[in-house]
């Protein structure tokens, strides 16, 4: 059986960090989600999807997110139910978020420090080339060298440009 969600959006408020009585950190938020397609009037209409995300990648999720940040996830669809206090049964939809990643740059995020988007649950490198094997000026390194380095240039993606 397959259960895969993967969906980019923004999310419509700051993540509510919470922690159970465990301690185990467990982060919610609302992703807004464009549909592909435009109304009568010619605007957009967005789906808005619950999502949860647990342990220490609500903790970094929270610290690096807020509203209107664009964000990639990927995780799996769950349902549950519980009886309200009203003795209503209530069931909720959710996304549980098992990896993501922050699709702006940092300059858009916090007071204009550039940085290239980030994911979470993924290895960084700190050593100037994106595509690995050292230093970026290190002519011995077997990866190719990056074409965009030290450009200056930003590089314009809109949302229609991405492949999910």
């Not at 970094?60 to 769950?78: E, P, Y």
Request: hydrophobic letters at 30%; charged letters at 20%; proline letters at 4%.
């Amino acid at each position: 059986m397959l259960n895969r969600a993967m969906l980019t959006g923004r999310l419509t408020r700051d993540v509510d960090l919470r922690y159970t009585q465990s301690g185990t950190a467990v982060g919610t938020f609302t992703l807004a989600v464009d549909r592909r397609f435009t109304n009568q009037q010619g605007e957009r209409e967005a789906d808005f999807i619950n999502c949860v995300i647990w342990r220490k990648s609500a903790e970094n999720f929270a610290n690096f997110v807020h509203k209107g940040s664009l964000v990639g996830i990927d995780g799996r669809i769950q349902t549950r139910n519980y009886e309200n206090q009203q003795g209503q049964r209530v069931y909720v939809t959710e996304v549980v978020v098992e990896n993501f990643a922050l699709l702006e740059p940092r300059s858009n995020r916090d007071n204009n420090n550039q940085s290239a988007p980030q994911g979470g649950n993924a290895p960084q490198q700190d050593n100037g080339n994106p595509f690995g094997g050292g230093s970026s000026n290190n002519s011995n390194s077997s990866a190719p060298a990056d074409p965009f380095a030290n450009s200056g240039d930003s590089i314009d993606i809109s949302d229609d440009d991405l492949p999910f």
